[in-house]
C-alpha cells in the first residue's frame, strides 16, 4: 500500500513541480490510479486535467469538476482550482487505502469517519473498527501508521493553504 501510495504521489508531485507547464490533474482518486503486474502505480485519465500558467497557481474555473468524495472542499467553494486540491484527492486515496473502503460508503464520508473516530492517545490511534483488516492483520509491523494517519488528514484539511505540497507528501511517505 506504501509502494501504491508513494508511486501515485511521485507522479502527482512530478504534475505539480516539474511539468512544465505545470499540470492540476482534477480528478485523484483509486479508479485514476493504474498499478503494473509489480504493483507500480501510475497516474491515469488527464482528461479534466487543467495545465497552469499563472504564477500564482490558481485557477478559477467555471464548473467544478472531478468525483464526489474525492473533491476538494475548498474548490468547490469558491471555484479556486490549485495544486492543493489534488492534494485533497489525494489525501482521500491515502484513507482508502488504509480502511478499504470507498470514500462514501453508506452514506458515510470516510475522512469524516476517520477524523470523529480518531484518538490520538490509543493504540492505532483508535482506528481498528475503521481498518482494512488485511492492516489489522499484520499490527504487529505497522511502524510508521500514526504518521501515515498523520500525513493524510493533512492532506484533506478543510483550507488547501494548510495541507502539504504533493513534493512534501513525497518526502513524508518515504519517510
Known amino acids: 500500500r506504501l509502494k501504491i501510495a508513494l508511486g501515485s504521489g511521485k507522479g502527482l508531485a512530478y504534475l505539480h513541480e516539474l511539468a512544465d507547464p505545470p499540470i492540476i490533474h482534477r480528478d485523484i ?7 503494473d503486474e509489480n504493483l507500480t502505480a501510475k497516474v491515469a485519465d488527464f482528461g479534466l486535467s487543467k495545465l497552469v500558467g499563472d504564477p500564482e497557481k490558481t485557477h478559477v474555473t467555471t464548473q467544478v469538476k472531478g ?8 474548490y468547490y467553494m ?20 488504509l480502511t478499504g473502503r470507498s470514500p462514501i460508503e453508506r452514506g458515510k464520508y470516510v475522512v469524516r469517519e476517520v477524523k470523529t473516530k480518531m484518538n490520538k492517545s490509543r493504540s492505532l490511534y483508535d482506528l481498528q473498527e475503521l481498518l482494512d483488516t488485511t492492516i489489522i492483520a499484520s499490527s504487529g509491523n ?7 494517519v498523520d500525513l493524510a488528514l493533512r492532506c484533506v484539511e478543510e483550507e ?16
Request: no cysteine; charged share 25%; aromatic share 8%.
Open 29 to 35: 482518486k483509486s479508479n485514476n490510479i493504474l498499478l
Open 78 to 97: 469558491t471555484n479556486q482550482l490549485t495544486e492543493k486540491s489534488d492534494v485533497y484527492g489525494f489525501g482521500v486515496v491515502l484513507l482508502e487505502l
Open 67 to 74: 468525483t464526489m468524495g474525492y473533491l476538494d472542499p475548498e
Open 142 to 148: 505497522l511502524k510508521g501508521f500514526e504518521k501515515y
Open 160 to 175: 488547501g493553504v494548510n495541507r502539504p505540497s504533493m513534493g512534501e507528501v513525497v518526502k513524508e511517505i518515504e519517510n
